[in-house]
């Protein structure tokens, strides 16, 4: 399988770089000029395309021939990163490719996530504050979702939980809606966050899904998967 991963040099990143190449997938990378050292380890086990994620050249080339392409949808910056970058990915992945995206749990796809009063003043702080110093765009991210959810594209956005460093748990349980009670932790590790976007690829029942995970070992995975 040949794989393309947008933002392949944040943590995010680097973990599923390892997991397609522990995989034996052939891998082509997408980073920013000024953080391919990052990826210095792996520079003679795939392929890198140096520059901007929503440079719509550089990822055309970046997933031609690609069947399966793992994007970061990060929001920095005031310049429609996300949506520019998500956009791109759908329109010039090959037809049948898996396009798997990451975002937060703040991304609702049916509106029937039931979020708490904290998450809800804590998603809208962020995003003021992001905007107010030109940093951080969380609504583009939203639009860039949005734009997912409508694509007829073989596409799953995965949405990730609180996250924290550690040694693998394994792959995350997950759910349909922000709410149930398997979800309830709040926690995932971010090598496991990677591994279910790696392992998405391969589930079929994971089509134009949008999966809110949690770590497996968490209390509320433990007591609610059957
Ligand atoms: N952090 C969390 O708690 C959390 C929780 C839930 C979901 N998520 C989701 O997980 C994904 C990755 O999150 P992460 O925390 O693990 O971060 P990460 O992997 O470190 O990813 C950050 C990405 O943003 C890029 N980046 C940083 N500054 C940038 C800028 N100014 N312009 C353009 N790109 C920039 C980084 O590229 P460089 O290597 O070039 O800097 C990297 O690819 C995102 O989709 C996020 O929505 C995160």
Known sequence: ??????????????YMV????????EVVGVCRQKSVVKLDEYKDKMTLL??????RDLIKQAVEGCDGVLTVLVPWGIQQYA???????????????????????HITRDGEDVYSSLFKVM????????????????DDQVEAC?????????????????????????????SHHIGDPILESNKTR??????FMVDAMVKDNLIQEAPAIVGCQTPSALAHTP
């Open 1 to 14: 399988m040949k794989i393309c991963i947008v933002g392949a040099s944040g943590k995010l990143g680097k």
């Open 18 to 25: 390892q997991h397609c190449l522990d995989l034996d997938y």
């Open 50 to 55: 140096p520059g901007a994620t929503n440079d």
């Open 83 to 105: 949506s520019g970058t998500a956009q791109a990915v759908l329109d010039f992945a090959k037809p049948g490719a898996r396009l798997i995206f990451s975002c937060g749990w």
């Open 123 to 138: 998603v809208s702080i962020a995003a003021k504050i992001g905007r107010f110093f030109r940093a951080l765009e969380i």
């Open 146 to 174: 949005r734009r997912i959810f409508e694509s007829d594209t073989k596409w799953t956005v995965v949405r990730g939980s609180d996250l924290e460093e550690g040694e693998s748990q394994g792959l995350p349980v997950w």
């Open 190 to 195: 971010r090598i496991d966050f990677a591994l």
